[in-house]
């Protein structure tokens, strides 16, 4: 019997990015454990990284191409499948041009070599892709506008911190390698404030929980910020050196009132001078969740938070920052060095308006389209809207290891390799600075493909000669040469199984040069604040408003797969529920302008009064998603979908709906 041990890293789309040791016996991964060894996750996994070999060997993945025949699922060879998506593109491209052709992809498998397939449709030509952002995109924008750049403190910085300021992230289940942190600068004496509307898993580990009305952020930022600036306990030296735009930011507060502010976050003056207090016990860590930004105004929140910050002079310093994500390695992965010689022009789409733009899209119509590493039919807002929508197009190719609501949809169903059964590069850009390499530990299930190999394969098919014809490592080292000049030693990677680059070790923004057009931390304008002021307006009465959280169990709608849950709960709070007359474990309809679907009614201590929360990711066959009931709208930069713009009413079944 043969026992080996290796170490690889899991590829969720996850903050953490855990270093894991996996027990190999006979060629199979028998078990997966964390890595003790590494400085940052510390031998500690989560649910999600335990089920990985559950999931790998599970035996609902699919095994070999599968092609839709007479409303079912037949296997077919890769050749056939292979030969069937050369014909419809060949015939689509000559009829109707290359814009006939869309792809959507995004997070659900990480690994450097899954984004060869986006390298395909380049080679392919002017094809109709998605563009912004289901997760972040909203505080991306924002943070490139102040900053000029998305830069994150390492983990082990927030030791330095006085104060931590944790807004709208729920680090105790999305986070939680941050959290052994937190609890050691507890100890040293800092103070930790949570802003939330939920009493998440977070408020147990901090000192001081401000409970915000959804999409109230930006007004608790403006009250804060109005109150520093009138009592002068902002940090002059920092904001006349190293800002722009404060003047507007002075002159917009002073014609602020308070009343107007509390009214739109559902705070009070007590709790914006203690925040203050907090906020200027330099230095302050500040660590957004993406939450905060799926509003109409994401973008204003996300800058609003940023000018605290700033105001404070808590960037550049250690222990300080305004983490939301840390983009290190994207700017360094070398892809010119295998993209085609002439740019494509894509067309494209706003990815949370899939649900409308793809079927209306015209001159010309998307006549096939290839979806990967995502489940849009359940994860994109206005899900019945996104289903009707795929349908409409002719030819739909999805790889996958499952069949998910999404691949029930498709015409060819493509099964990929898993993260064990494949060598590639495994990094994040949220917070985790770490670069993974992650050597093929078993062998491919059945007929499974890596993302490579099969656009390779469509290459050859379709006569694409300059695409590039090469295996996995050298795809890497062809990839990662601008890293390997970065302080990163290809071969040491490979050896150690991770590394930190330079980048992911500094304290962002320390030199103060920042990337913006001026060179300074740039203010938000005080036009986007009066837009928000203007927007912000009380919900309708009879109206709930929705949050949809991230399971702890789950990422996303990843593993919920297996579950036999009949339908999603809702959690509200008593009085909300005695209002309407409802019980714990009632099943009521929840709707509203785009679809409705059953919930479980759970009542909770955790929310506000006209506020619900439920956990995404519920498959059709648990009852329908809850994107059933999330508007298809984009917020005001970034082209985020605004998940937390959802109102609906609660109608007990049985009841006139009228």
């Known amino acids: 019997m043969s026992i080996e041990y290796k170490l690889c890293a899991c590829p969720l789309d996850c903050y953490d990015v855990c270093s894991m040791k996996a027990e190999i016996i006979d060629g199979k991964a028998t078990k997966l454990e964390g890595n003790k060894e590494h400085p940052i996750t510390q031998g500690i996994i989560c649910e999600k990284g335990r089920k990985h070999i559950e999931r790998m060997y599970s035996p609902m993945r699919i095994k070999q191409p599968m092609k839709k025949e007479n409303g079912g699922f037949v296997e077919i060879s890769?050749?056939?499948?292979?030969?069937?998506?050369?014909?419809?593109?060949?015939?689509?491209?000559?009829?109707?041009?290359?814009?006939?052709?869309?792809q959507y992809n995004d997070g659900g498998a990480g690994g450097l070599l899954k984004n060869v397939e986006n390298l395909f449709f380049d080679y392919l030509g002017n094809v109709t892709l998605f563009k912004g952002s289901l997760c972040w995109g909203a505080g991306i924008a924002a943070q490139q506008s102040d900053f000029g750049g998305v830069k994150g403190h390492t983990p082990e910085d927030i030791l330095n911190a006085n104060t931590i300021i944790i807004w709208g992230r729920n680090i105790a289940e999305t986070n939680?390698?941050?959290?052994?942190?937190?609890?050691?600068?507890?100890?040293?004496?800092?103070?930790?404030?949570?802003?939330?509307?939920?009493?998440?898993?977070?408020?147990?580990?901090?000192?001081?929980?401000?409970?915000?009305?959804?999409?109230?952020?930006?007004?608790?930022?403006?009250?804060?910020?109005?109150?520093?600036?009138?009592?002068?306990?902002?940090?002059?030296?920092?904001?006349?050196?190293?800002?722009?735009?404060?003047?507007?930011?002075?002159?917009?507060?002073?014609?602020?009132?308070?009343?107007?502010?509390?009214?739109?976050?559902?705070?009070?003056?007590?709790?914006?001078?203690?925040?203050?207090?907090?906020?200027?016990?330099?230095?302050?860590?500040?660590?957004?969740?993406?939450?905060?930004?799926?509003?109409?105004?994401?973008?204003?929140?996300?800058?609003?938070?940023?000018?605290?910050?700033?105001?404070?002079?808590?960037?550049?310093?250690?222990?300080?920052?305004?983490?939301?994500?840390?983009?290190?390695?994207?700017?360094?992965?070398?892809?010119?060095?295998?993209?085609?010689m002439v740019k494509p022009q894509h067309r494209y789409i706003a990815k949370a308006k899939l649900s409308t733009e793809l079927a209306e899209l015209d001159n010309p119509k998307v006549k096939a389209i290839f979806i990967s590493r995502?489940?849009?039919?359940?994860?994109?807002?206005?899900?019945?809207?996104?289903?009707?929508?795929?349908?409409?197009?002719?030819?739909?190719?999805?790889?996958?290891?499952?069949?998910?609501?999404?691949?029930?949809?498709?015409?060819?169903?493509?099964?990929?390799?898993?993260?064990?059964?494949?060598?590639?590069?495994?990094?994040?850009?949220m917070w985790n600075g770490c670069l993974f390499y992650n050597e093929k530990l078993v062998e491919r299930y059945y007929q499974s493909k890596p993302e490579y190999e099969i656009y390779g394969l469509l290459a050859d098919r379709m006569g694409i000669s300059e695409f590039p014809k090469m295996n996995e490592l050298q795809w890497i080292n062809k990839l990662l040469?601008?890293?390997?000049?970065?302080?990163?030693?290809?071969?040491?990677?490979?050896?150690?199984?991770?590394?930190?680059?330079?980048?992911?070790?500094?304290?962002p923004w320390s030199d103060y040069k920042f990337k913006t057009a001026s060179g300074k931390f740039e203010f938000i304008d005080a036009l986007s604040l009066g837009k928000f002021m203007k927007n912000s307006?009380?919900?309708?009465?009879?109206?709930?408003r929705l949050l949809t959280v991230h399971a702890r169990e789950s990422l996303h709608s990843q593993h919920f797969m297996t579950s036999n849950v009949r339908q999603p709960e809702v959690y509200i709070c008593k009085a909300d529920a005695e209002h309407l007359n409802v019980n714990d474990k009632e099943l009521v309809n929840l709707q509203n302008q785009f679809g409705s679907i059953i919930a479980e009614i759970s009542i909770s201590n955790k929310i506000q009064k006209g506020v619900l929360y439920m956990k995404e990711g519920w498959w059709f066959k648990n009852g329908g998603s809850v994107n059933a009931l999330t508007s298809h709208e984009i917020s005001d930069i970034g082209n985020q979908a605004t998940y937390n713009e959802c109102l609906l009413k609660i109608i007990k079944l049985g009841a006139n709906n009228e």
């Open 78 to 102: 890769w050749d056939e499948a292979l030969d069937t998506i050369t014909s419809k593109l060949n015939h689509y491209i000559d009829n109707y041009g290359t814009q006939s052709i869309a």
């Open 176 to 340: 939680m390698h941050l959290v052994p942190f937190i609890r050691e600068a507890r100890e040293q004496g800092a103070k930790v404030v949570l802003i939330d509307p939920i009493k998440t898993a977070t408020t147990a580990i901090s000192d001081f929980h401000i409970q915000l009305k959804p999409g109230g952020d930006a007004a608790f930022a403006l009250a804060a910020a109005k109150y520093m600036i009138e009592n002068n306990s902002y940090d002059e030296d920092f904001v006349s050196d190293n800002t722009m735009g404060f003047n507007e930011i002075k002159v917009y507060t002073e014609s602020l009132n308070y009343e107007d502010l509390f009214e739109i976050c559902d705070s009070d003056i007590d709790s914006v001078k203690r925040f203050v207090g907090l906020l200027a016990n330099k230095p302050a860590a500040i660590y957004i969740g993406y939450g905060v930004q799926r509003y109409n105004a994401g973008g204003v929140t996300v800058r609003a938070i940023d000018m605290l910050g700033a105001l404070a002079g808590n960037i550049g310093i250690s222990g300080g920052g305004i983490n939301y994500a840390n983009k290190i390695y994207g700017e360094l992965i070398n892809w010119q060095a295998v993209a085609p």
């Open 374 to 429: 995502s489940n849009p039919a359940v994860q994109v807002p206005n899900s019945m809207g996104v289903v009707a929508s795929i349908n409409k197009v002719e030819f739909k190719v999805v790889l996958d290891y499952f069949m998910t609501d999404t691949a029930e949809l498709a015409d060819i169903v493509l099964p990929v390799t898993y993260f064990m059964e494949e060598t590639d590069i495994i990094y994040s850009s």
């Open 481 to 507: 040469g601008d890293v390997s000049r970065n302080d990163i030693d290809i071969e040491q990677l490979k050896a150690d199984t991770y590394t930190f680059a330079r980048g992911a070790k500094t304290i």
């Open 537 to 544: 307006k009380k919900d309708e009465d009879g109206y709930f």
